[in-house]
């Protein structure tokens, strides 16, 4: 499929007159060029004035009756016009699981709404999660499990899908560290503190609630894949099979090793490199990311070889698997995760073994800390690509994507420039999946041009163009990317990673 010129409909007077001035563009920055639409979408100004009243909106069609109610938040808690997010997690008792706030302390105006909503039970009467918006604060709260989940935000960029799934992968780090089987602890004690058993894992949710404004993994729920050779992936993800085969057998008949629950991974700098698991349970991209953010944040695992028991929170969040989590360097982990504690001896064995074979003459782990080091900006794709300053490439059938290193001196490679970068990928992705007619997507803003491209069950594409690009420009810059990228497609993914 190739992106042409009819696919993409834009005011041809104004957009011409700014490219012959040469000046900045002209149009307004809100102005949306929304694709495969018959009318072009201009955002009302009344939609940017938020009024100052909190109104709880219950997504339900049939509900007859809104609740309103006065926060003051944005004038008590922080100077009007700062961005800010918090991100609260208590039980039905009001008892905090997880806390992001300056002061470690529910504030004020949350707790005001805590306390009102826990005991007028809104939540269990509505299956679906609820939000608030009070002037500029988006407020979205679900109940999970015994857990009732808040997240208030006073970034403009982000929306209440957006929030709702960054609440919904802290949720996830919980019962990853915990397992729902602790939460039956509440049935009997309502006012246990459940936080008593993240004592020393703090640093994962703090990590994962920073990384919300630098990965896109987590807007896209999608896994980061290394770009490596695909011989030596392959033979990466042998050694890792074989050792874990081969321990398995040495107590287990053939047909028995068939049956047992063992998963094997192997990351570098948050990026997977290769994956084995059994074909009758396999992962998916939210656990994985999770995973991720859990082994690579801890600093006490990258001392020495960790045991540690784990839940698949999607997959079976009632059970536990045992982890043994080992960096061979400081960068390159091991995982071998398996739901029999009997067979801590065999993965110690196995894990010896992928050790080894990694080692040995140094060329396996070698390339991967190779692989890991290069950045292959935009230029160094291709020279061609003049005008495109970056861009993020997700594969649906495989959950995975692509992320362009951050280029320089454009951007400059710090968390600021990947924030602001986040900011407008989530801005397109925003536009095109709360529009479900939208396939293609072009804006032109003072300083870049920003496009999105989705092709159903296939691929989603989002880039960020120089502010004077034209519009043939466009279409042949991304039609030359998705030639490279199909080149690169072995090299780039993981053929057959998540089903």
Same mark, same amino acid.
């Given at each position: 499929?190739?992106?042409?010129?009819?696919?993409?409909?834009?005011?041809?007077?104004?957009?011409?007159?700014?490219?012959?001035?040469?000046?900045?563009?002209?149009?307004?920055?809100?102005?949306?060029?929304?694709?495969?639409?018959?009318?072009?979408?201009?955002?009302?100004?009344?939609?940017?004035?938020?009024?100052?009243?909190?109104?709880?909106?219950?997504?339900?069609?049939?509900?007859?009756?809104?609740?309103?109610?006065?926060?003051?938040?944005?004038?008590?808690?922080?100077?009007?016009?700062?961005?800010?997010?918090?991100?609260?997690? @208590?039980?039905?008792?009001?008892?905090?699981?997880?806390?992001?706030?300056?002061?470690?302390?529910?504030?004020?105006? @949350?707790?005001?709404?805590?306390?009102?909503?826990?005991?007028?039970?809104?939540?269990?009467?509505?299956?679906?999660?609820?939000?608030?918006?009070?002037?500029?604060?988006?407020?979205?709260?679900?109940?999970?499990?015994?857990?009732?989940?808040?997240?208030?935000?006073?970034?403009?960029?982000?929306?209440?899908?957006?929030?709702?799934?960054?609440?919904?992968?802290?949720?996830?780090?919980?019962?990853?560290?915990?397992?729902?089987?602790?939460?039956?602890i509440l049935d009997k004690n309502?006012?246990?503190?459940?936080?008593?058993?993240?004592?020393?894992?703090?640093?994962?949710?703090?990590?994962?609630?920073?990384?919300?404004?630098?990965?896109?993994?987590?807007?896209?729920?999608?896994?980061?894949?290394?770009?490596?050779?695909?011989?030596?992936?392959?033979k990466i993800h042998v050694v890792?099979?074989?050792?874990?085969?081969?321990?398995?057998?040495?107590?287990?008949?053939?047909?028995?090793?068939?049956?047992?629950?063992?998963?094997?991974?192997?990351?570098?700098?948050?990026q997977l490199v290769t994956i084995?698991?059994?074909?009758?349970?396999?992962?998916?991209?939210?656990?994985?990311?999770?995973?991720?953010?859990?082994?690579?944040?801890?600093?006490?695992?990258?001392?020495?070889?960790?045991?540690?028991?784990?839940?698949?929170?999607?997959?079976?969040?009632?059970?536990?698997?045992?982890?043994?989590?080992?960096?061979?360097?400081?960068?390159?982990?091991?995982?071998?995760?398996?739901?029999?504690?009997?067979?801590?001896?065999?993965?110690?064995?196995?894990?010896?073994?992928?050790?080894?074979?990694?080692?040995?003459?140094?060329?396996?782990?070698?390339?991967?800390?190779?692989?890991?080091?290069?950045?292959?900006?935009?230029?160094?794709?291709?020279?061609?690509?003049?005008?495109?300053?970056?861009? @993020?490439?997700?594969?649906?059938?495989?959950?995975?994507?692509?992320?362009?290193?951050?280029?320089?001196?454009?951007?400059?490679?710090?968390?600021?420039?990947?924030?602001?970068?986040?900011?407008?990928?989530?801005?397109?992705?925003?536009?095109?999946?709360?529009?479900?007619?939208?396939?293609?997507?072009?804006?032109?803003?003072?300083?870049?041009?920003?496009?999105?491209?989705?092709?159903?069950?296939?691929?989603?594409?989002?880039?960020?163009?120089?502010?004077?690009?034209?519009?043939?420009?466009?279409?042949?810059?991304?039609?030359?990317?998705?030639?490279?990228?199909?080149?690169?497609?072995?090299?780039?993914?993981?053929?057959?990673?998540?089903?």
């Amino acid at each position: 499929m190739s992106l042409s010129e009819s696919d993409i409909e834009l005011d041809e007077e104004s957009y011409l007159k700014a490219m012959d001035d040469r000046e900045p563009i002209t149009l307004s920055d809100d102005t949306l060029f929304l694709v495969r639409d018959d009318d072009i979408y201009l955002p009302d100004e009344e939609e940017e004035k938020k009024p100052s009243r909190s109104m709880i909106l219950l997504p339900e069609e049939d509900v007859e009756e809104t609740v309103q109610i006065h926060t003051g938040y944005t004038d008590t808690v922080y100077p009007k016009g700062s961005p800010y997010k918090e991100i609260y997690i @208590v039980t039905d008792a009001g008892k905090p699981v997880v806390i992001r706030h300056p002061s470690d302390h529910i504030s004020g105006p @949350v707790a005001g709404i805590v306390n009102y909503i826990l005991n007028t039970n809104i939540t269990s009467e509505v299956s679906r999660p609820c939000y608030m918006i009070a002037g500029d604060v988006k407020i979205v709260f679900a109940n999970k499990n015994r857990l009732f989940c808040l997240i208030v935000s006073a970034y403009r960029n982000e929306n209440v899908s957006q929030l709702l799934s960054q609440l919904e992968f802290v949720f996830l780090q919980v019962v990853m560290i915990l397992s729902e089987s602790r939460f039956r602890i509440l049935d009997k004690n309502p006012g246990f503190m459940l936080c008593n058993y993240l004592t020393g894992m703090e640093a994962a949710l703090h990590s994962m609630m920073n990384d919300f404004a630098t990965d896109p993994a987590y807007l896209l729920h999608s896994i980061p894949v290394l770009r490596m050779a695909p011989s030596l992936r392959a033979k990466i993800h042998v050694v890792m099979r074989d050792a874990i085969l081969a321990s398995l057998s040495s107590r287990h008949s053939a047909q028995d090793v068939k049956d047992q629950i063992v998963f094997g991974f192997l990351f570098s700098h948050k990026q997977l490199v290769t994956i084995v698991q059994p074909s009758s349970c396999s992962l998916l991209s939210d656990e994985l990311i999770v995973l991720i953010n859990f082994v690579t944040s801890l600093s006490s695992l990258r001392k020495a070889a960790s045991w540690t028991p784990i839940t698949l929170p999607l997959l079976a969040p009632m059970n536990i698997l045992y982890a043994c989590i080992s960096f061979i360097s400081a960068d390159v982990c091991v995982v071998l995760a398996f739901a029999q504690p009997g067979h801590i001896d065999l993965m110690q064995r196995a894990y010896s073994i992928i050790q080894n074979e990694l080692q040995v003459g140094g060329y396996l782990l070698t390339g991967v800390q190779e692989a890991s080091s290069q950045i292959l900006t935009v230029n160094a794709i291709d020279p061609n690509f003049a005008g495109l300053l970056h861009f @993020v490439y997700k594969t649906i059938s495989d959950f995975s994507f692509y992320v362009a290193p951050v280029p320089d001196p454009v951007f400059n490679r710090s968390d600021e420039a990947k924030e602001s970068l986040l900011r407008l990928y989530r801005r397109v992705h925003s536009q095109m999946h709360e529009r479900k007619s939208v396939l293609n997507y072009f804006e032109a803003r003072e300083c870049e041009t920003l496009v999105g491209w989705i092709s159903p069950m296939k691929f989603e594409l989002y880039c960020v163009f120089s502010p004077f690009i034209t519009k043939t420009e466009v279409v042949s810059i991304s039609n030359k990317l998705l030639k490279w990228i199909s080149r690169e497609e072995s090299a780039l993914f993981i053929p057959e990673l998540l089903k």
